[in-house]
């Protein structure tokens, strides 16, 4: 595997996943729950792909 690869599959928790988004932590549960951002469990935490994020932000509207 390549290092862009790696990076891709890098999981981060829902507070750093609502950082990189610039969104808070209720907004991205909320995104989840409507299935619009894909989620997993590990353990009781809820993890989110960093290719996730980036699918994610290229689907939401730019408002200029």
Known sequence: MNESTDAADECVSISRGAKILGVCVRTVRREIDRRRL????VGRNLRI????LRRY???QPVNV
Do not use: I, N, P, Y
């Not at 894909?38 to 469990?41: L, Y």
């Open 49 to 52: 792909k960093m290719s996730e």
């Open 38 to 41: 894909a989620a997993f469990r």
């Open 57 to 59: 932000m290229d689907r």
